[in-house]
């Protein structure tokens, strides 16, 4: 149901972008604009809301120290990811106990792989930049870097379809 749904929303998109935009425009979009990518934007949007509300909810409901909110609200923002990604945009195979754990696993290393890009991105970048300003565009940057990766390592890595 949620394919159907996500195909009509891709149509209607597309149907109004064709009367606004360039041929060329439209064809790129009609490539890259699939469910697959729809919903993973979309579940990363709710990722990203339930890292920072559960990091709000625990910092002021259960007045955790911050550095110790942010680890939890990452871990249950990873972990929604996990699942949201698995059952939902790239549909799973994995059968048995063995490959959900390998699953499990290579979904996390990726994840580790994007904190760490994200990390030396900031570390080599920011030096370079001169305002707040420039140095939160230089986030958005490699945040939308990350973005990207963590998808394909999703796709390719993490939920790639076992072999039968």
């Given at each position: 149901m949620i394919k159907n749904v996500t195909q009509k929303f891709i149509d209607f998109n597309l149907k109004i972008s064709g009367k606004i935009f360039p041929e060329k425009f439209n064809n790129l979009l009609k490539k890259f604009l699939t469910v697959e990518v729809v919903l993973y934007i979309f579940f990363g949007v709710l990722t990203t809301i339930v890292n920072i509300g559960s990091f709000a909810i625990i910092t002021s409901c259960f007045k955790l120290e911050e550095n110790i909110s942010n680890a939890i609200a990452i871990i249950l923002a990873v972990l929604f990811a996990y699942f949201t990604n698995k059952d939902l945009v790239f549909h799973s195979e994995a059968k048995n106990l063995k490959?959900?754990?390998?699953?499990?696993?290579?979904?996390?290393?990726?994840?580790?792989?994007?904190?760490?890009?994200?990390?030396?991105?900031?570390?080599?970048?920011?030096?370079?930049?001169?305002?707040s300003i420039q140095k939160t565009i230089?986030?958005?940057?490699?945040?939308?870097?990350?973005?990207?990766?963590?998808?394909?390592?999703?796709?390719?890595?993490?939920?790639?379809?076992?072999?039968?």
């Open positions: 490959e959900k754990t390998i699953e499990f696993f290579k979904f996390i290393a990726g994840r580790a792989f994007t904190m760490v890009v994200e990390f030396v991105g900031g570390f080599l970048l920011f030096p370079l930049c001169h305002t230089m986030k958005l940057f490699v945040t939308v870097i990350v973005i990207i990766l963590n998808f394909f390592i999703s796709k390719f890595f993490a939920f790639r379809k076992f072999k039968k």
